[in-house]
């Protein structure tokens, strides 16, 4: 008989190799997490004329955040534990004074932690960012200038029946060094938070102006917007900018990447453009990013009180509720969402509308918040007599209900958002 085969889990590692001639050729490969059982999450920067290399490792059933350098014969520093940690879900590195500085978000004890660690002399001293377990951190970014450290992340309430739960941009900064920061404070310039914002993207010019980017869902579709702080992130512009026709098209940046890039004194951001609402097929476009100088007046401010758009609403919801009435579906499907709308044909809408009669309604209460209402409805419906597929029937006799439903200013009117209720599920974004 043959010996049975063992089954072991399989182990990750972190590999590196150098090139001290602009990639023509390479040193040998090594492995970077040696000593340890495993490596995940990978972090670069340059400091001091070599490569630092940070990650979290694990080992007798403790994870560490590792750090390892490039040396003088080509190769690397055996890894050495900075802090023994939690679970690590984001990690990224940048220097600052001529040290490696690296921040990780992941899970300590019960809850999340954002943490920082630089290097000063032989000695790492690592900082807790106070109050980062309210923060579920999705995505992050960091930069420096000379002792100036800059953090970006979204992130959305680390409490789960937090509502609405959307993720927005956050900033801080380090003064010295990363020794310590300053209180964490969001980002956009909006009065509504029913809408999301994330992805931020910072750079720093060689001026010292910084810039964030970000993906915005202000204006229902998913837009690209950007501030700037000509004094180190003390003050930022009154106003966030668009970097297109705000909600004509959706826009998205990348994740884990770097979508800033400087060309010719100008920044330009990276970033993908859907070719409808559908969100199947996108292109790559290139944005040029306006200095302090110019303003996109296309952008306006959200008027919760405009009598005009709360008037627009109501007369759309009733349009919508008259439709059901007369069993008119066809007006019904065209006051949906875009995004419903590239999804389900009128006619497929229409062949499986009719089996609930409705017979009056009446508008409870509507809450405008920028281009999210929420529209409270009374309505008396029936329905006939069914027979089921697998036998019997089924029917209501005339009943009163009350439901809550959400409208979205797009494409400049208010359409109905699509709401699967057996599934819990909308086709939007923001």
């Known amino acids: 008989g043959s010996e049975p085969v063992a089954r072991t889990t399989p182990n990750y590692h972190l590999y590196g190799r150098l090139s001290a001639d602009g990639g023509q050729t390479w040193g040998d490969v090594r492995r970077l997490t040696a000593g340890f059982e495993n490596g995940f999450w990978p972090a670069l920067t340059m400091a001091g004329g070599r490569v630092h290399f940070f990650a979290d490792a694990r080992r007798d059933g403790e994870t560490y955040l590792v750090h390892a350098q490039s040396d003088d014969a080509g190769g690397w520093t055996p890894a050495e534990s900075i802090k023994t940690v939690g679970s690590v879900l984001l990690i990224a590195a940048t220097q600052t004074g001529g040290e490696p500085l690296a921040l990780w978000f992941g899970t300590q004890g019960d809850g999340f932690s954002l943490e920082s660690a630089v290097r000063k002399g032989a000695q790492w001293k690592t900082y807790r960012f106070p109050g980062s377990e309210d923060y579920d951190i999705g995505s992050m970014d960091l930069v420096a200038h000379g002792d100036q450290v800059y953090l970006v992340f979204s992130a959305r309430p680390a409490l789960v029946t937090a509502l609405p739960r959307k993720n927005h941009v956050y900033f801080t900064r380090s003064l010295d060094g990363g020794l310590s920061w300053e209180p964490i404070r969001r980002l956009r310039h909006d009065p509504f938070d029913l809408t999301q914002d994330h992805l931020p993207q910072i750079a720093v010019g060689p001026d010292g102006v910084l810039i964030v980017v970000w993906n915005d869902y202000r204006n229902i579709r998913g837009d690209l917007y950007y501030n700037l702080s000509v004094d180190g992130g003390t003050s930022w512009l009154a106003r ?110 229409i062949a499986q509308s009719g089996r609930v009669r409705h017979h009056s309604f009446a508008i409870q209460e509507t809450r405008v918040a920028g281009n999210v209402a929420q529209v409270k409805v009374r309505f008396v419906y029936e329905i006939p007599k069914l027979t089921l597929p697998r036998g019997g029937t089924y029917d209501r006799p005339p009943t009163a209900t009350e439901i809550t439903e959400t409208w979205i200013f797009i494409d400049g009117q208010w359409q109905k958002e699509y709401h699967n209720e057996m599934g819990d599920f909308a086709f939007t974004r923001y």
């Open 240 to 349: 966030d900018r668009p970097l297109d026709m705000p909600g004509v098209d959706e826009e998205t940046l990348f994740p884990f990447v770097n979508n800033l890039v400087m060309a010719h004194g100008v920044w330009h951001a990276l970033a993908a453009r859907y070719r409808d609402d559908g969100l199947t097929a996108a292109d790559l476009y290139l944005y040029p990013v306006p200095g302090t100088s110019t303003v996109h007046m296309a952008d306006r401010p959200n008027d919760e009180d405009a009598p005009a758009k709360r008037a627009q609403l109501e007369a759309r919801v009733t349009a919508f509720w008259s439709a059901l009435l007369k069993a008119d579906y066809g007006t019904a499907y065209a006051l949906y969402d875009p995004y419903f709308r590239r999804r389900m044909r009128q006619d497929d809408y």
